[in-house]
C-alpha cells in the first residue's frame, strides 16, 4: 500500500517565518555564501 | 604521437576532450565523434521546459570550439569498436557514420591508441509502450523536447486561465530509471509556474515515481544534520512537497502510456490507471548501440558491455546479493580490464549494482532507481581518463593511473524549485561519497560533515552561477580548467 500522501500530509510544515527567511535577501545572501563554502569544501577534497 | 579518439561529446566527453589536449603534447592528437553538433548544459534543460530559457541558452556549436582548441571533430554515431584491430588491420579503431549534413550516411573509420567511451545513454523511450515525444507523454532530455514540454504546458496553462481544471504528472516513465532529482526539479518548477500564472487552485500536480520513497534520488536517500537533528532527504523531500502541495506516487513502475492516461504498477503489487491533461515523463536509460571485435571479426560484445549495453570496466560484476555490496564494488580507473586503453567514463560505464536497495513487485517487475552518475561525477571522470591517458602516454602502459571510485567521490547537486532572481527556489545538496561507505561511515555510509541540504532562494542563485560557469568552461573560455569539475 502507497502510504506517500499519507507521509507527506504529516510531514513538517515549514513556518511563515521559515517560508519568509527563505526569501529574504539578506538571509538569502548570508546562505549563498555559506552553501559555496560547504560546495567548495567538497570540491577541494574531490581535487586534492 | 599518440591519438586519443572521444566517442561523446557531453559533459564527460567534452570535459576528456578539453583536459587532454590541455595536457597532451602538442604532437598528439584529440579526435572527438559525436553525432550532435550541439553541446547541452543538460541540468537546465528543466527551465527550457517551463519556458523561462531559450535553446540557445543552454545549447552551442562545437565545431568553433574544436576548432579553437586544435581537436579534431567527427560529427558521426560511432557503431563498433575493433580493440585488437581487424583482419589485415593491426590497429585498433572504431567504426562510425556519418551524421554531419555534408556526409550523411557515409561509413569511416577511425584509428586510435586510446579510446574514452562518453557516449552517455540511449534514451530507451521504447521500453514503456506510448512513452515520449512520438508518444504521448513530454520529455526534457534535450532541449528540443523540452521546447515542446513548455508549449504543451503553456497549453495547459492557458486552460486552466479559462476555468479548465488540469493534471499534469511529472516523473519517471519505467521503473529503472534514473535522474529523479531532475523530475523533481521539473515538478517543482512546473508548479511555481502554474502558481506565478495565477492558477495554482486548478492544477493538480502529481509526481510518479520509481523511488521506494520521496528524497531517495536514486542514492538510497541521505542523512544529513539540521539544527542539531540527524534528518533525513525522505522527510525533507516530503515536507516540501506539503509545503507546494503536490501529490506523489512512489514504487511505480510505468507499465503504457496512452493518450491522457498513464498506467502503472507499485511494489505491493496493485495495477492503476492516472489520467492527465500533461504529463512529462523521464525514459529510463540504456547503453548507446555499440558493438565490439575482436582481430577476427568475432562479435565480443557481450565481453565488453553489459546486457543493459553500459561499458563493463574495472568494477565487480559478480551480481552479488545487496547485504554483499562494498565500495570497493566501484570502479576506480574506469579502464576495460583487458584493453586499459579504453576507458568508459559518465553514464556510459557499466555500474556493478545500483545504489538504492533494489526491489521488485510481487509479479516480478524490477522497481527501483538506477545509479545516475551524471553532471560533476561524469566531469570528474572525464578529467581522470584524460590524465591517465596523459600519464600512459607519457610513461607507457604501466603508467601508474589515478583512481576515482564514486565510492570515493563527492557531489554537489543543486536541484531547481522554481526560478526568478527574487522568488526563486531551489534544494541544495551535497553528499560524500554517492556510494555509501558503510565500513568507513557505518550507520549512513556517507559523511555527516560533508552532506548537508538546504532549501532557499540562495539555492537558485546558485544553479543560475553554475549554469553560467560551466557554459563558460564549457566554451573553453580564458581560465576554463581552473572551474572545477
Partial sequence: MDNTDANIASAPLPTANTLRARKNLIIQFGRFLAINTKMLKIIRKEHR | ?485
Fill in chain 2, 1 to 485: 604521437m599518440a591519438r586519443v579518439v572521444v566517442l561523446g561529446g557531453g559533459i564527460a566527453g567534452h570535459t576528456a576532450a578539453l583536459h587532454l589536449t590541455r595536457m597532451l603534447k602538442r604532437s598528439d592528437e584529440v579526435v572527438v565523434v559525436t553525432p550532435n553538433s550541439n553541446w547541452n548544459w543538460i541540468p537546465s534543460n528543466i527551465w527550457v521546459g517551463v519556458g523561462k530559457m531559450k535553446t540557445d541558452q543552454v545549447t552551442f556549436k562545437l565545431g568553433p570550439i574544436y576548432k579553437r582548441k586544435g581537436i579534431a571533430y567527427e560529427q558521426a554515431l560511432a557503431t563498433a569498436i575493433h580493440p585488437e584491430g581487424g583482419p589485415g588491420r593491426p590497429g585498433p579503431y572504431v567504426e562510425v557514420t556519418y551524421t554531419d549534413p555534408t556526409r550523411a550516411g557515409e561509413h569511416g573509420e577511425l584509428e586510435y591508441d586510446y579510446l574514452v567511451n562518453a557516449t552517455g545513454p540511449k534514451l530507451n523511450f521504447g521500453a514503456t509502450p506510448g512513452l515520449g515525444p512520438d508518444g504521448h507523454s513530454y520529455s526534457v532530455c534535450t532541449s528540443g523536447h523540452a521546447v515542446d514540454a513548455a508549449a504543451a504546458l503553456q497549453g495547459s496553462i492557458a486552460r486552466m486561465k479559462t476555468g479548465e481544471g488540469q493534471v499534469l504528472v511529472v516523473g519517471m516513465g519505467h521503473g529503472t530509471c534514473t535522474c529523479e532529482g531532475a523530475a523533481l526539479e521539473y515538478a517543482f518548477n512546473v508548479e511555481h509556474e502554474v502558481r506565478q500564472a495565477g492558477v495554482r487552485e486548478l492544477a493538480d500536480i502529481v509526481y510518479l515515481t520509481n523511488e521506494y520513497e520521496l528524497g531517495d534520488f536514486g542514492v538510497g536517500g541521505l542523512t544529513f544534520t539540521q539544527q542539531g537533528f540527524q534528518t533525513t532527504s525522505k522527510l525533507w523531500t516530503e515536507s516540501l512537497f506539503r509545503e507546494r502541495g503536490i501529490r506523489a506516487v512512489t514504487g511505480a513502475h510505468v507499465t503504457s502510456v496512452e493518450k491522457g492516461v498513464v498506467h502503472y504498477e507499485q511494489l505491493d503489487g496493485s495495477h492503476s490507471s492516472l489520467a492527465f491533461d500533461f504529463a512529462m515523463l523521464l525514459p529510463p536509460f540504456r547503453g548507446v548501440d555499440l558493438q565490439a571485435f575482436d582481430s577476427d571479426g568475432e562479435d565480443i560484445s557481450a565481453e565488453l558491455f553489459a546486457p543493459n549495453g553500459f561499458m563493463k570496466v574495472d568494477a565487480d560484476y559478480s551480481g552479488k546479493p545487496f547485504e554483499e555490496w562494498r565500495a570497493e564494488d566501484w570502479p576506480s580507473t574506469y579502464q576495460v580490464p583487458r584493453f586499459p586503453n579504453i576507458f568508459a567514463v559518465g553514464i556510459a560505464f557499466a555500474p556493478p549494482h545500483p545504489i538504492s536497495r533494489p526491489r521488485k513487485s510481487p509479479s516480478g517487475t524490477v522497481i527501483a532507481p538506477s545509479p545516475p552518475r551524471t553532471g560533476m561525477p561524469s566531469g570528474i571522470m572525464g578529467k581522470l581518463a584524460a590524465t591517465s591517458i596523459t600519464e600512459m602516454t607519457k610513461h607507457g602502459a604501466s603508467a601508474k593511473v589515478p583512481s576515482g571510485s564514486m565510492a570515493d567521490m563527492a557531489a554537489a547537486c543543486v536541484a531547481s524549485a522554481g526560478s526568478g532572481l527574487r522568488h526563486g527556489s531551489a534544494a541544495s545538496m551535497t553528499m560524500y561519497p554517492v556510494v555509501p561507505d558503510l565500513a568507513k561511515y557505518p550507520g549512513t555510509g556517507r559523511s555527516l560533515d560533508d552532506t548537508f541540504g538546504e532549501i532557499g532562494l540562495a539555492g537558485h542563485w546558485i544553479k543560475l552561477l553554475l549554469h553560467y560557469m560551466f557554459i563558460y568552461k564549457a566554451k573553453a573560455r580564458p581560465g576554463w580548467h581552473l572551474i572545477p569539475e
